[in-house]
């Protein structure tokens, strides 16, 4: 095996500014995650928001980072400048958490929810490009995968931090928002001292002028990635429905948030080895093991009869975003042109974002109208079906 792909040989490889991007990631996830574990309890318990309100505000908010995903990266191969765009969305990011303790009304919530995801989907896709830009082509899966690792640490630290601090300054939900600023102004400082705009040799060259047409010549390849993607999401619904179920079998409602913190943990233990084993073994077989990670949770959850059984899948869940997030993000560098890796990612995220609406969406249909083994059962399908299409058509690098 060669030196450059052990997992230690390729930290030691990577580019500051990977570890740069990596670290930002890192702190504003603790940030977003310490005010989004307490943001539904601010609203109905604080502002007297209803339930209705509460799952309209997070729609609006995932629709914004969707769309705005595509404007931003065509935006970056536009002017070649993709770390002040990048800058530009963790800023705003940062700006909006005082709003969020300032809040004294619904609108306010919903503005500050709004303009921050507005920040993450200027930030993504030219975020994205970026780390391809700065990292040899052999080391992509471990970049993405450190990004996606730490990432995800956040996602867990964040609401521990929010559990220990509301017990620290006594249910002080607006002190304990307060707090979040910090993590949030530490990311904008780890993006602006550590990771550095690509030099011009390794950048994009410049255009004059930008027009969508220019989109259709992006390789079949990258179309065929974006299929699978979608075909992928598909088969994956939002985490909100692990935890129904870890409800709906018997799980204490405080103890719901644990199944966050599992999938996480194991998200964050396996996604840098991940993105290490797709640069040495491809990224074919690393999808196929995600999918089938996927599968199996999607049986557990159908049979589950009890919290642990629900515990294992959340587990499983994880592994499987560990293998296959950050592994497509690499094909995705990999089958565009680099002058238009930027609009390539914020294609990828719009569809896979309208996919992962229309699974949600299916699987809510499905419990409702049948069980919720009904719905996962469909879910192992879908993803038998992804499997099936990439081992039959599929040449992932």
Same mark, same amino acid.
């Given at each position: 095996m060669p030196d450059s792909a052990s997992p230690r040989s390729s930290l030691r490889a990577l580019p500051l500014g990977v570890w740069g991007l990596a670290l930002t990631s890192l702190f504003m996830d603790i940030s977003s995650e310490m005010i989004h574990s307490l943001l539904p309890l601010f609203l109905s318990g604080v502002l007297g928001a209803s339930m209705a309100t509460i799952g309209l505000i997070e729609g609006l908010a995932e629709a914004t980072v969707a769309f705005t995903k595509v404007f931003s990266g065509a935006l970056s191969d536009f002017l070649r400048r993709r770390k002040a765009i990048v800058v530009a969305g963790y800023a705003l990011s940062a700006f909006t958490k005082p709003l969020f303790p300032l809040a004294a009304s619904v609108s306010s919530v919903v503005a500050a929810r709004l303009l921050d995801r507005f920040g993450k989907g200027i930030r993504e896709a030219p975020r994205d490009a970026l780390i391809a830009d700065v990292t040899p082509d052999e080391l992509r899966g471990a970049a993405y995968g450190l990004r996606q690792a730490l990432d995800s640490v956040g996602a867990f630290v964040g609401p521990l931090l929010a559990f220990a601090l509301m017990a620290w300054f006594a249910g002080d939900i607006r002190l304990v928002f307060w707090m979040a600023a910090l993590p949030a102004i530490l990311s904008v400082l780890a993006l602006v001292r550590l990771v550095p705009e690509p030099p011009r040799a390794a950048a994009p060259a410049a255009r004059e002028t930008f027009s969508w047409r220019q989109v259709l010549s992006l390789p079949r390849t990258y179309w065929a990635i974006v299929g699978l993607g979608v075909l992928f999401t598909l088969a994956r619904y939002s985490e909100a429905f692990l935890l129904l179920r870890a409800h709906d079998v018997g799980l204490a409602t405080a103890a719901v948030p644990l199944v966050m913190i599992a999938m996480n943990v194991a998200y964050a233990a396996l996604a840098y080895p991940a993105g290490v084993a797709a640069d040495?073994? =491809?990224?074919?077989?690393?999808?196929?093991?995600? *999918?089938?990670?996927? %599968?199996?949770?999607?049986?557990?959850?159908? +049979? +589950?009869?009890?919290?642990?059984?629900?515990?294992?899948? &959340? %587990? !499983?869940? #994880? +592994?499987?975003?560990?293998?296959?997030? #950050? *592994?497509?993000?690499?094909? *995705? +560098?990999?089958?565009?042109?680099?002058?238009?890796? =930027?609009?390539?990612? #914020? !294609?990828?995220?719009?569809? $896979? =974002?309208?996919?992962?609406?229309?699974?949600?969406?299916?699987?809510?249909?499905?419990? $409702?109208?049948?069980?919720?083994? &009904? &719905?996962?059962?469909?879910?192992?399908?879908?993803?038998a079906i992804a499997a099936a299409v990439l081992t039959r058509y599929g040449k992932a690098p």
């Open positions: 040495r073994l =491809g990224s074919r077989r690393l999808l196929l093991a995600g *999918i089938a990670a996927l %599968i199996l949770a999607d049986l557990l959850l159908a +049979a +589950a009869n009890g919290p642990a059984t629900v515990f294992l899948a &959340a %587990i !499983l869940w #994880g +592994a499987h975003l560990a293998a296959t997030q #950050g *592994i497509f993000a690499k094909m *995705i +560098a990999h089958a565009s042109q680099a002058e238009l890796r =930027g609009t390539a990612f #914020g !294609l990828f995220h719009l569809f $896979s =974002g309208l996919a992962l609406l229309a699974a949600s969406s299916l699987a809510g249909w499905l419990w $409702s109208a049948w069980s919720a083994q &009904a &719905a996962f059962l469909a879910a192992a399908l879908l993803a």
